[in-house]
């Protein structure tokens, strides 16, 4: 049997999951599917990245280890993948200890064939991050580099690390992607990366002395393996590398990364360089997809206009979510969301087109046979037609579902969902539901629709797999791979209930949108009409914009060098996060800790003190600026919001 290995990115633990990681995570998913209907053996991994220094410091930040923090951030993601059906073989984490030890593996074996040597990095270091900051950031008037972060100017630091000799692997990387030309998909990704490469390679710093939470190389204790080296090998080292008799044997080369643009040098760059000088197999392909934006721009969390799939989910099955982001993205280019265009698209496809189709059959299939056909049909040319036009839709179809073109796939087959609405619309079966004569005319037809109706099944399955085992079990057949579905001539059905029920947009949007998403769109906002409100007047819409909740403080002390900033560790109920607040002269740490706050939760995050805070605590304040926090009644739930 032949196997395919495809992997998604490891996420970084320092984010949140939202529908970028959806998007990426539900096509590695939807392809698998697609390769096990085809008759692969297939193992799919994803995964978490969780060293470095951001993750050091948030977990500071918040008084908890960083591995605390991981755990944390790892069930979310876990959770998400559960409700959107994703089903890998492996979420690897690389605080795994077989991952280190076959992270430190691959370093010692590259070590000793001499392309990993020491030296020493120089760089701008922030103090009060400490960080270095890239050699891109701003100059100061002094000519040193400023923080993003802190806005301090930065000094010029070295300090001993090990270098991978990347320079020396140039010519052979340009020979591979020559030989390979469909290394990358989409093709123009692929010129990107070999004009890159054209332009000289240097070598890359891949340890730190000074980030202390990170898989620490083999030998020489004061050095951690900086990111990518550690989080890279995380494809080889899930299927048991170096153990050659594990997965790994049978797995490697991965047939497929799947990633977002962003991290796309990093793929097709270093990691092939790493692997070659490790005398390792090379990965036989990587599909680059674009971004999903909302109102035209990147979603990011400092921009705070990230969309949490868990919002829709409450209103749409994840199968509407996994069909949407399939059939809407072309691959390789970025994608706009809108949650008008995303109602629009699951009502009119799932909804009026192919849910209805199935009730309408199945309640045909009831009302005039009882659920059991009698095995009398009688067939003419059109329905001969039908199942010949089901034949060119499935090579069609497989054919973008290879190329990774799902959305190309999946209107195809609405278009022969759309015939088959068409159809019944034509053989007017109604009419010869009275009449005698007329039933094995009536037989054909339906048992055609449902033939049909099932074989298009199998090729959305891979996209909507839950809906389509529940189609299946209306229709009482248990065949997964595609082709023309025949369960022969005296088949019963169930009976069947809607799959995809209306959502009405006008309710989505007065109840959900106002709550959970700080800027709707102006196209979002017209569907909310509302009158002009008079100067200095806000309308009860705007004030619901601001989301305010009580919290628990966990944590508080003095921020270091000042004396007036308090950090702060509040737990919201749906998280735990940082709050600088300036009231370091009027409470001590001890009399807030325990103490329950109100805070704006939504409010853009901003770095005070190269410290995180995300959210803001409501305070009285008199003329003098002096602060005088409410007090909140003991038995009010933490996570109570305020209207
Ligand atoms: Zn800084």
Request: proline share 6%; hydrophobic share 40%; with cysteine.
């Amino acid at each position: 049997m032949s196997t395919f290995y495809i992997t998604t990115p490891i996420y970084y633990v320092n984010d949140i999951p939202h529908i970028g990681h959806a998007y990426t995570t539900i096509m590695a998913d939807a392809i698998t599917r697609f390769r096990q209907a085809e008759g692969h053996q297939t193992y799919f991994l994803t995964g978490t990245d969780e060293h470095g220094q951001k993750i050091e410091k948030s977990a500071e930040a918040q008084g908890i280890t960083p591995k605390i923090l991981a755990d944390r951030v790892v069930e979310r993601f876990k959770d998400l993948w559960r409700v959107l059906d994703i089903r890998y073989d492996r979420f690897i984490r690389t605080t795994d200890a077989d991952h280190v030890a076959g992270v430190q593996h691959l370093f010692r074996k590259v070590l000793e064939k001499g392309d990993i040597y020491p030296g020493d990095y120089r760089g701008h270091y922030c103090v009060s991050c400490e960080g270095y900051v890239p050699e891109t950031a701003p100059e100061a008037a002094s000519g040193n580099k400023i923080c993003a972060d802190c806005g301090k100017e930065t000094e010029l630091l070295t300090e001993r690390c090990y270098f991978f000799r990347l320079s020396a692997y140039e010519e052979r990387l340009l020979c591979f992607y020559k030989d390979n030309p469909d290394f990358i998909r989409p093709a123009s990704r692929m010129n990107e990366v070999v004009s890159f490469v054209k332009m000289g390679l240097k070598d890359l710093s891949i340890t730190r002395s000074t980030v202390k939470w990170g898989v620490p190389v083999p030998d020489d204790p004061e050095q951690t393996i900086y990111v990518w080296f550690d989080a890279l090998s995380n494809y080889i080292t899930a299927l048991g590398y170096p153990d050659a008799t594990a997965d790994f044997a049978r797995f490697w080369p991965a047939d497929l990364h799947v990633m977002a643009k962003d991290i796309l040098r990093f793929h097709a760059v270093y990691w092939p360089a790493f692997l070659m000088a490790a005398d390792l197999e090379l990965p036989r392909k990587e599909l680059i997809h674009g971004w999903w934006l909302k109102d035209e721009k990147k979603m990011s969390k400092s921009r705070g206009n990230v969309l949490d799939p868990h919002i829709l989910l409450k209103y749409f099955p994840a199968d509407a979510i996994r069909y949407f982001l399939m059939r809407e993205a072309p691959i390789g280019a970025d994608a706009n969301f809108s949650h008008q265009g995303f109602i629009t698209r699951i009502n009119t496809e799932l909804t009026n087109d192919w849910a209805n189709l199935i009730s309408r059959v199945g309640g045909m299939v009831s009302r005039y046979f009882s659920n059991r056909f009698p095995g009398q049909a009688d067939y003419s040319a059109a329905e001969e037609e039908l199942r010949e036009d089901y034949l060119e839709l499935e090579n069609e179809v497989r054919s973008h579902f290879d190329a990774y073109a799902f959305n190309r796939g999946l209107e195809r087959i609405m278009e022969y969902v759309n015939r088959l609405n068409r159809y019944i619309v034509e053989s007017e079966p109604w009419k010869m539901a009275g009449q005698e004569t007329l039933q094995p005319r009536l037989e054909a037809v339906l048992k055609t629709l449902v033939r049909a109706i099932l074989s298009a099944n199998a090729l959305l399955a891979p996209v909507i797999p839950r809906s389509a085992a529940r189609v299946r079990e209306f229709f009482n057949h248990a065949g997964e791979g595609f082709g023309w579905k025949d369960p022969g001539e005296k088949f019963a059905v169930r009976d069947v209930e809607p799959l995809f029920p209306r959502v009405d947009p006008k309710q989505f949007f007065a109840e959900e949108l106002q709550d959970s998403h700080p800027s709707p769109s102006p196209k979002e906002a017209q569907m909310n009409e509302k009158p002009q409100t008079p100067e200095g007047v806000i309308s009860f819409d705007e004030f619901k914009k601001v989301r305010m909740v009580v919290a628990r403080v966990v944590a508080a002390e003095k921020v270091e060098k000042t004396d007036k900033l308090l950090r702060l560790t509040v737990d919201t109920d749906s998280d735990t996060r940082t709050l600088v607040a300036g009231i370091a002269q009027y409470y001590t740490p001890e009399e807030l800790v325990d103490r329950k706050i109100i805070i704006v939760a939504n409010l853009q995050p901003a770095t005070i003190r190269g410290i995180e805070s995300r959210g803001m605590i409501l305070a009285a304040s008199d003329k003098d600026g002096r602060p005088y926090i409410p007090v909140i009644p003991e038995e009010t739930p933490v996570g109570a919001i305020m209207r």
